[in-house]
């Protein structure tokens, strides 16, 4: 796993998206210095802030390793480019196998610790025009993952993402996706009661977490 690699900063502001709804799907990069505060960055916005958004969710990291991956499977589409699955942070070298649960990166002045996987949903398909692809997400695991802010500053697009702290090593964002969206507790209830109990883990899934276990 590379310790230090360069990262793009993206944000958007809300905009129609399908019918009455509204979206910040649309991130574009930041040029110059940006603020990093608990809520993510300065000026980024989310139409829909029950479901995204808050201080667990304050930043989205997309590998941009993924899009080569989605232009096979989906064709050319002029949203395939970082920004386009809505991320605040993209990077080349680093994926959901790569990188732990906890794990912490500094972000220009910023420190930030990874907190959950990201949950697909509905803006997805709706956005590249392919009805299935929130399953089709699920099941490949290139969902990225947020992050919190332990420690507000100020970065820029180009700025090293440096690790400074690892993780849970059991905890890869990959098996973490799996156990908790991609039906992999089925196979691992253990590891549901375990999920449950980690405070570095989103209240969010953790919640989902105990949910999943009364189904097994």
């Known amino acids: 796993m590379m310790t230090s690699l360069p990262a793009t900063l993206l944000s958007g ?50 590998p941009a390793d993924h899009y080569d991956h989605w232009r096979q499977v989906l064709g050319a589409h002029p949203d395939m480019t970082p920004g386009g699955f809505g991320e605040n942070i993209s990077t080349l070298g680093l994926t959901e196998a790569d990188v732990l649960l906890g794990d912490r990166f500094r972000l220009g002045t910023a420190l930030i610790e990874v907190s959950h996987g990201r949950q697909p949903c509905w803006k997805l398909a709706h956005r590249f025009g392919v009805p299935g692809m929130v399953a089709q997400v699920v099941k490949s695991g290139r969902a990225g993952w947020y992050t919190r802010v332990l420690e507000p500053g100020v970065a820029r697009s180009g700025d090293q993402l440096e690790l400074t702290e690892r993780g849970l090593s059991e905890w890869t964002m990959a098996r973490l996706f799996h156990v908790l969206i991609g039906g992999g507790h089925k196979q691992d209830p253990a590891a549901l009661t375990h999920l449950a109990k980690l405070p570095v883990l989103a209240e969010d899934w953790r919640q989902r977490a105990r949910e999943l276990s009364l189904t097994c």
């Open 13 to 62: 502001r809300t905009a129609p998206f399908r019918d009455t709804e509204h979206s910040a799907i649309a991130k574009t990069p930041i040029t110059g210095e940006v603020v990093i505060g608990p809520l993510g960055i300065a000026g980024d916005q989310q139409a829909d802030k029950i479901h995204h958004g808050g201080p667990d969710k304050a930043l989205h990291h997309y």
